[in-house]
């Protein structure tokens, strides 16, 4: 009898755990109508439904992935699930700088504006080498984004107010950064803990240096979601995950809320620079807000860039 209440105890408490992890919505219905959105890796996981929801809004979507088949076939799925047709693609591989600058100078080309951009994309926890030899989680989380959003400032600026809004995770809290080795690349989940942390610095700094200029940033976690992260990793490392996933992370249409919030609500440009959970402000460690660190990152990221 103890082994039955044991197990009805267990169903319980799983099924309250699902019901909240339900409550993570955007209720702003702010229409994007004339508005351009472009998503780094919108082509799956939280990016491809951030694109689903902006596009259903109106906005011009521009989903930015290195994969032309996956972004293609994306492309397919947003248009049908929107019903909007204004969904395009562009290739971007942010593991490789002069892919960034390449593809920062066809869009000024081609885009006449741009109202929000989301640094979406990401690389988990692994130990490998970008093309201009920075760790991958570091050269791709911050570096990629860092030199986009640098490279496009000028077309945020034209299109105010705009907004950017980079992805992060609560991760961040198990590391702090080293100046002396901002390349580390030792132990996977530790580096990708750090390259969270400098996105957090990177859009607190964003905001103290457009501010006044009419764009805004913000840093979203966006709770812990069953995307396709895995498939970096090993069959069984995939299966185990699979299960974890299924019974205690949330869909990524959910964990695309935050995000969502964040690119068109009201409420959420009153706190620039601010760290958002579950679709408000949150707290961050002291040690995340310190904006000595922030400045002195984002200088370090220029010349590693190479744009200073």
Not at 102 to 118: G, P
Not at 120 to 136: I, R
Request: aromatic residues 12%.
């Amino acid at each position: 009898m103890y082994f039955l209440y044991t197990i009805v105890a267990a169903l319980v408490f799983f099924f309250i755990l699902k019901w909240l992890k339900k409550r993570r919505f955007c209720t702003d219905v702010k229409r994007l109508d004339g508005k351009t959105v472009l998503i780094t890796g919108g082509n799956s996981g939280i990016g491809k439904e951030t694109a689903v929801a902006l596009a259903m809004r109106g906005a011009r979507v521009i989903i930015a992935c290195r994969d032309a088949d996956k972004a293609e076939k994306a492309v397919r799925e947003i248009k049908v699930r929107s019903h909007s047709l204004n969904v395009v693609y562009m290739d971007l591989d942010l593991a490789n700088l002069c892919s960034i600058r390449n593809f920062c100078k066809t869009f000024l080309q081609k885009e006449k504006r741009l109202d929000i951009l989301i640094n979406n994309a990401a690389m988990p926890s692994v130990l490998d080498w970008t093309d201009d030899g920075f760790s991958m989680c570091f050269g791709v989380n911050h570096l990629g984004h860092f030199l986009l959003t640098n490279l496009l400032l000028p077309c945020l600026k034209e299109s105010a107010a705009s907004r950017v809004v980079t992805l992060t995770c609560s991760s961040y809290k198990y590391q702090k950064l080293n100046f002396q080795d901002l390349n580390y690349n030792l132990l996977p989940f530790f580096t990708y803990c750090r390259s969270k942390l400098a996105n957090i610095y990177f859009s607190q700094e964003l905001a103290r240096v457009t501010e006044g200029k009419g764009v805004t940033s913000y840093a979203v976690h966006p709770g812990f979601v069953q995307s396709g992260w895995t498939c970096h990793y090993s069959l069984l490392f995939r299966m185990l995950m699979q299960v974890i996933m299924w019974m205690f992370f949330v869909p990524c249409e959910m964990g695309a809320q935050c995000v969502v919030y964040c690119a068109v609500s009201d409420e959420a440009a009153k706190h620039n620079g601010g760290y958002f959970v579950d679709c408000r402000p949150a707290a961050l460690r002291p040690f995340a807000r310190d904006p000595g660190v922030a400045k002195k990152l984002w200088e370090a990221s220029e010349r590693l860039v190479q744009l200073a």
